[in-house]
DNA sequence: GCCATATTGATAATGATAATCATTAGCAAC
DNA sequence: GTTGCTAATGATTATCATTATCAATATGGC
């Protein structure tokens, strides 16, 4: 927690940055939730501790963080987009539940060895990639059936 | 083809849906297209032919033809859906050059199968996925060095 | 404390796509 | 071929997430 702010501080000074109590309390939110956010969940946090921030703030600083390294865009096709921490979290998939929108984090380190391979078979250099594997959870299908 | 064609109109019937002028216009600005299009690129073509079309009924048949299973949508995450083949044209994925923004058909079996795995690994009976890998192509990676 | 400059919040703008609605067109029954 | 029912069209407006604008304010080095 600490390192994390530490992280985001460096990189505003990097930049010329300033320090202030918006960035700080909106970075403060996103780090304590664990899970996914979206730009609108977390106004709804941040306001209930500064009834006066600006959601253009929310999204200002929320690129800020993403640009820091300490976040990444998540984009389940259901036109939001979403935040999921990046720091001391390592890269991974997602596995979403077409019936109630569970997601479970997946890595499959073969898959992704062979995605680098296919790529180069085609003469590319691999940056990045995004994967999403849309099913139904097992909860959902018993649902279903029952 | 004729197949395409056949295969929209039985659709069209099924869902007593009627045979339009605009329906079969959209339909063969579509099928002359062998790459991506997007709703405006179409809109677009099919104004020539007809200038008095509406574009709201270019997204409507559009929605039609994917739903009628001949075309499927693609998100490159830039902001807008286009639209490809599905017909005759099996399931593949996308290698997109972050560079020139060209895009080459890829499909990895043993990926396949590996997704399929992984989600069952989680009680999840997999549907459908998406998969885009992002790199730079060789031309562009030469450009960059030369 | 001062000043240059970055940041903020409110609001309007954007851009892709969807909804609305009056008018028009397809088609089955007569 | 007319009628009548219903679907389809085109123009327009709405929606919704995200960005841009801009005047007012706050920050941090001096």
Redesign the interface.
């Known amino acids: 927690m600490k390192s994390e702010r530490e992280f985001f501080e460096n990189y505003l000074i990097k930049k010329n940055l300033r320090e202030t109590p918006q960035r700080g309390m909106i970075l403060d939110a996103f780090l304590k939730r664990e899970e996914h956010i979206t730009a609108e969940q977390l106004y709804d946090i941040v306001k209930k501790c500064d009834p006066s921030i600006g959601q253009a703030t929310v999204y200002r600083v929320l690129r800020l963080i993403v640009e820091s390294g300490l976040a990444r865009e998540v984009?389940f096709?259901d036109g939001v987009m979403r935040y999921e921490h990046c720091y001391n979290h390592p890269h991974h998939d997602h596995?979403v539940?077409?019936g109630c929108g569970k997601t479970?984090e997946?890595v499959?380190s073969?898959?992704e060895e062979?995605?680098k391979r296919?790529?180069e078979s085609?003469?590319?250099?691999?940056?990045?990639?995004?994967?999403?594997?849309?099913?139904?959870?097992?909860d959902c299908?018993k649902k279903l059936q029952g």
């Open positions: 984009d096709s596995l539940c077409k479970v997946v499959d073969v898959i062979l995605q296919v790529a085609f003469g590319f250099e691999l940056t990045d990639h995004e994967m999403y594997l849309y099913g139904n959870c097992a299908r």
